[in-house]
């Protein structure tokens, strides 16, 4: 079992602070940081937490460092369907985006809730690859799912965010998860993300049955200050319009799949 001192050494190297830099802003001595990172010290629950914010540790991993530590968790894990007025947030803000695309998913990237709009994105999918749970990064990085016109670009764009989400969180689901999509793009590591001199930010191109190529731009939106283990790893993905012909074919909402999984 990995102690809370190791788990505490692997958080700050992850973030690339020396124990002196750590120390001073945690106004603690090196010496007893050093103490407590080999176990030869018990470090309080109060300077975990502090250390764990100060290195931004996410949520469930503050949790599970307490716990190493012999305390109590900090922070509750809640079911969605138990936080009501966050719910209620949430739909009304799927609700207010409609005509455009908007879901939200946890940080496996596994869709907990969409808008109506959303079906137009997923429009020709064979029903297989609907059965929940849904999983934004299966359903992008796989060539035989969607229709993405500009494959390269865009999985090279999910690729780095999924790397740069396992080295902020060091979620072994995660690392299961890119091991599994990874082989699905064997060529992203020679491909330019974005070329800053000809746009301003990486758009979706994707082939629909219908409309022929739509474009969009992606937002992402988060929780402020969360100290709700669900609510902390949710995020909003937001599609709007590239282009007026994207905007036309966005102006009525088209029904939602019957198997995306909307708990």
Do not use: C
Request: no cysteine; glycine share 6%.
């Amino acid at each position: 079992m990995t102690t809370a001192g190791a788990m505490l050494k692997g958080w700050r190297t992850r973030r690339r602070r020396s124990q002196m830099d750590l120390a001073l802003e945690a106004n603690v001595s090196t010496r007893h940081l050093s103490f407590v990172e080999t176990g030869k010290a018990q470090a309080s629950r109060a300077l975990l937490l502090d250390l764990a914010a100060r290195l931004e540790v996410p949520l469930r991993e503050r949790n599970a460092l307490l716990l190493a530590a012999g305390y109590a968790p900090s922070y509750a894990e809640s079911a969605l369907g138990d936080l009501t007025p966050v719910r209620e947030a949430l739909e009304h803000l799927l609700a207010g985006h409609e005509p455009y695309p908007a879901l939200v998913v946890d940080r496996s990237g596994d869709v907990v809730r969409t808008n109506r709009s959303v079906g137009m994105l997923l429009a020709g999918v064979a029903p297989q690859w609907l059965a929940p749970p849904l999983n934004i990064y299966r359903l992008a990085l796989h060539p035989d799912v969607l229709d993405v016109r500009n494959r390269a670009q865009w999985s090279a764009h999910l690729l780095h965010r999924l790397d740069r989400l396992v080295d902020l969180t060091g979620d072994p689901r995660l690392v299961a998860l890119r091991a599994e999509v990874r082989p699905w793009v064997p060529d992203a590591g020679s491909v330019r993300v974005l070329d800053r001199a000809a746009q301003l930010m990486l758009p979706l191109h994707l082939g629909h049955p219908e409309h022929g190529e739509l474009r969009f731009y992606s937002t992402i939106t988060h929780f402020g200050a969360a100290f709700d283990v669900t609510l902390d790893e949710l995020s909003i993905e937001s599609f709007v319009p590239a282009d007026e012909h994207t905007r036309s074919a966005l102006g009525q909402p088209t029904a939602v799949p019957s198997a995306i999984p909307m708990p």
